[in-house]
């Protein structure tokens, strides 16, 4: 009887144990994500002082940009893996040392070459990061519906990266070199290291799962040789030599990924997955919407601190209005999410998205803050909605035991995405910039004219220009950046278009 009486108490005291160390797991992932994407707003409103004091061109910035985003994108199928076999608590730890590490080597950084390092090992710390907390969220909530839920905290806090990030940067740059914009991101993830290594739960789920190396290898390779293919050929030209080799082996390496995989015993991505085409609606609209609001945000960087010669704050103050519009409609999808699925919500940001990227086309060379801001905030509650139901609706179109590799699928298209935003939106504000030029450059110095040609708007600042070359060099940047945003619409119309089509109304565990 005494058993029996202390039973429920029992009961309960196991049940109160289980939601702490639940609540503690989803706040400690929130906060690995948030390390992640802090790193990658900031330094966004850096560029054009980055550019200025190290002399830099738009093409070594959009290197300074993809530096971490390619290993994210190479590295982040490998490390779902890893976290399934090792644990995902011993790589989120890892991931969080890395970044640590990258951010410092960063920070002491004397040139681009040290820079690049220091962004790179960021980067992989990022891949660590992201496969692995969403996979913890994912093991300790096991229902879908719940999932859900907390999937949107976790993107949240993805969001709330992004929206802090630049009022960081911007308060810092103020008052201070660069390189102090990599002192909070080193300093933030170093504590959140400490409370994982003291509070956080393992999990992992590595029955049936190994290392897959050769698919590892021939994914990054096939990755870095696409990204550099398009940087180097909008810099050297398509029918440069680095084009014309770096274009070709990708497409080559890549179907080999695809091949390696559908044959390996234990594959890091199953190409099975994409015959769900709630799944393969997701991935492809995770990439489009990832490629233009990542390349948006580069390009509008640079416009906002070549061309409109705004302070670092003045271009934060910009991009606040495109990420806290995020963070806002990025947690009221989390609600919208458990009614009616992914579906509704992500049709409705990108179309959303989309007309937000083409109001970006009445964008002038003297737009105020108000007039921009309204088209970046429509722009960001597009994109809330996107970025939360497209992470739920990738965990949710796959069995619960294959979430570890959904989750890394998802972030890879996203992170792919984020990588060769910058690189084709940078190639086109260059050359769009520069046609533009050419039907009225009397005002421009041939010399003047070459560098813009070869440097981008990255080379602007160093120049000496008259007040009529500045006009004339500011019409034509309003002009590149009209065509970007009609890029980056149209792939948000195709986006929307793809999921309306492929995704069911209703998804299932």
């Avoid at 082996?249 to 015959?275: D, H, N």
Wanted: glycine share 10%; aromatic share 6%; charged share 10%.
């Amino acid at each position: 009887m005494a058993v029996a009486a202390l039973s429920p108490t029992a009961s309960r005291t196991s049940g109160a144990n289980r939601s702490s160390r639940t609540a503690t797991t989803v706040v400690l992932a929130c906060l690995g994500v948030f390390c992640a994407y802090l790193q990658i707003s900031a330094i966004s409103v850096s560029l054009a002082t980055i550019g200025r004091d190290l002399h830099a061109s738009t093409t070594a910035l959009q290197w300074v940009f993809d530096a971490f985003t390619i290993p994210v994108a190479a590295l982040v199928l490998s490390f779902g893996v890893l976290g399934d076999l090792a644990g995902r608590k011993r790589i989120a730890i890892a991931g969080l040392a890395l970044t640590v590490t990258g951010n410092l080597i960063s920070l002491l950084a004397p040139g681009t070459g040290v820079l690049l390092t220091g962004r790179a090992i960021a980067g992989v710390g990022a891949a660590a990061l992201l496969p692995a907390t969403l996979a913890l969220i994912t093991h300790a909530v096991p229902e879908p519906a719940r999932r859900g839920h907390y999937v949107a905290f976790w993107t949240g806090a993805l969001n709330v990266g992004l929206a802090v990030g630049p009022f960081i940067a911007g308060v810092l740059l103020a008052h201070a070199s660069w390189r102090w914009v990599f002192l909070p991101v080193t300093l933030v993830p170093l504590a959140v290291l400490i409370l994982s290594a003291c509070l956080l739960e393992d999990s992992r789920a590595a029955e049936g799962r190994r290392l897959d190396v050769p698919g590892q290898i021939l994914a990054a390779a096939g990755i870095f040789a696409l990204i550099y293919g398009v940087i180097e050929g909008g810099q050297q030209g398509w029918t440069s030599p680095q084009a014309l080799v770096a274009l070709p082996l990708a497409a080559l390496v890549l179907t080999g990924f695809v091949l390696v995989e559908q044959r390996s015993p234990s594959p890091m991505l199953r190409p099975q997955l994409f015959r769900s085409p709630a799944f393969l609606a997701s991935v492809l609209a995770g990439l489009l919407a990832m490629f233009s609001l990542i390349g948006s945000n580069f390009v509008l960087s640079l416009f906002l601190g070549a061309v409109q010669r705004l302070t670092p704050f003045g271009i934060a103050l910009r991009l606040l209005c495109l990420y806290g519009a995020v963070l806002v409609t990025g947690q009221l999808a989390g609600r919208v999410l458990a009614r009616t699925g992914p579906r509704t919500p992500l049709i409705s940001g990108l179309l959303l998205a989309g007309v937000g990227l083409f109001t970006l086309r009445g964008v002038q060379p003297d737009s105020s803050l108000a007039d921009l801001g309204w088209r970046l905030a429509l722009l960001g509650l597009g994109f809330g909605l996107v970025l939360t139901s497209v992470t739920a609706a990738a965990v949710n179109a796959v069995p619960r035991h294959l979430a570890g590799m959904a989750s890394a699928a998802i972030n890879t298209f996203r992170q792919v995405g984020a990588a060769l935003g910058p690189a084709i939106l940078g190639v086109i504000l260059t050359t769009a910039t520069t046609s533009h030029l050419t039907t009225g450059a009397a005002s421009i110095s041939p010399g003047a004219f070459h560098t813009l040609a070869q440097e981008g708007l990255g080379g602007l600042t160093r120049l000496t220009v008259s007040p009529a070359g500045q006009a004339a060099i500011g019409h034509s940047a309003a002009s590149a950046i009209h065509t970007c945003a009609t890029v980056s619409g149209c792939g948000m119309l195709l986006a929307a278009l793809l999921v309306a089509t492929l995704m069911p109304r209703r998804t299932h565990d």
